[in-house]
C-alpha cells in the first residue's frame, strides 16, 4: 500500500498546485511510481501544470463510478501519471465525494506514493481530501493572512487524523516584511520543511506547461523542491553549488565570454 500525501493550504493560490505537481515529479524521478491527483475538484489547474491534453475521463468520472482510473489517467512524458480533475461545469455539479476515500485507497494499493492537489480552504472539498490522505503537506506564503488560514486548515487535519509532515514556506522574498521561519513556526506548531524562493521563472514553467524540475532543473526553486522531495522519502539530497547564478561565476563567465 502506497502512501498518500496532500498537499493543502487555507488561503487560496499559496502554490500547492506548483508544489504538487513538482514533487510528483521529482519523486517519480527518484524512481517513485508516482501519481498526482487533482482533487482540487471545483478550480482545478494541475492539468494545466503538466501540459495535459483536454482528457476525455477525468478524476470527476472516477468518483462517479463511470471512468476506471485508467482511464482517467495521462502518462506524462516524464513517466509521471497524473489524473486531471474535470473543468467543465457539468463535472462540478455532479460530484461524487463521498467516494474519495475509497477510491484513493484503491489507487494507493498500486503505487509508491499518491500526491493529492488539494482545494484551498476548509469547505467539503478540502476536508475531503485531506481524508482520504494519511499525511499533509501544509503549504503557505510568509505572510500573516495566509499562515493563520493555514492554522485552521490544520486544526481540521487534526481532527480528521491527517499526519502532518510539516509547513512548505513557498514564494519566500527574504524580505524584512515577511514572517521568519521561526515566526511561522511558531505560529502553526510544526516545523517548517523547506522554503522554497519566489522566481519569476516559476512563473515562467507555468506558461511552459513543464514543472520547474525538469524546465530549468538548476534554479534554486527546482533544488529546494528536489531537496523537500526527497526529504518526504527519507533521503538525504544536496543542493549543489548554484555556479550559474552566482555573481562572482556571471562575472567570471562573462569575462571567459
Ligand atoms: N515559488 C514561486 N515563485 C513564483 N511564483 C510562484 C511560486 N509558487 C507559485 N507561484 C505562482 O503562483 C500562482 C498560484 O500558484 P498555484 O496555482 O500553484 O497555487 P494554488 O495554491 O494551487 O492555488 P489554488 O488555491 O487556486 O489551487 C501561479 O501563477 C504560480 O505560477
Ligand atoms: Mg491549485
Not at 5 to 20: E, F, H, R
Amino acid at each position: 500500500m502506497g502512501r498518500v500525501i496532500c498537499l493543502v493550504s487555507g488561503k487560496g493560490g499559496v502554490g500547492k498546485t506548483t508544489l504538487a505537481s513538482n514533487i510528483a515529479m521529482a519523486l517519480n524521478n527518484f524512481g517513485k511510481n508516482t501519481v498526482v491527483i487533482d482533487t482540487n475538484l471545483t478550480t482545478p489547474n494541475l492539468g494545466f501544470h503538466l501540459g495535459v491534453p483536454l482528457y476525455p475521463k477525468t478524476f470527476h468520472d472516477v468518483l462517479n463510478g463511470t471512468a476506471t482510473y485508467e482511464e482517467a489517467t495521462y502518462t506524462h512524458p516524464s513517466g509521471l501519471r497524473v489524473m486531471p480533475a474535470g473543468i467543465s461545469l457539468r463535472d462540478l455539479k455532479n460530484t461524487n465525494l463521498s467516494q474519495m476515500d475509497n477510491v484513493v485507497l484503491d489507487i494507493a494499493d498500486n503505487h509508491d506514493i499518491v500526491i493529492l492537489d488539494g482545494a484551498a480552504g476548509l469547505g467539503k472539498e478540502g476536508k475531503a481530501s485531506l481524508s482520504a490522505a494519511d499525511e499533509a503537506l501544509i503549504v503557505t506564503n510568509p505572510q500573516l493572512p495566509s499562515v493563520t488560514d493555514a492554522l485552521k486548515t490544520i486544526k481540521i487535519a487534526e481532527e480528521l487524523g491527517t499526519k502532518i509532515l510539516g509547513v512548505a514556506l513557498n514564494r519566500s522574498k527574504n524580505h524584512p516584511s515577511e514572517l521568519s521561519q521561526n515566526e511561522v513556526e511558531a505560529l502553526l506548531g510544526y516545523p517548517v520543511i523547506s522554503i522554497i524562493p519566489d522566481e519569476n521563472h516559476i512563473i515562467d514553467s507555468l506558461a511552459a506547461k513543464t514543472p520547474i524540475v525538469a524546465f530549468k532543473p538548476n534554479t534554486r526553486s527546482a533544488q529546494e523542491i528536489k531537496k523537500l522531495a526527497a526529504c518526504l522519502i527519507g533521503i538525504d539530497y544536496d543542493i549543489p553549488v548554484q555556479k550559474e547564478y552566482g555573481l562572482f561565476s556571471r562575472i567570471f563567465g562573462f569575462l571567459k565570454g
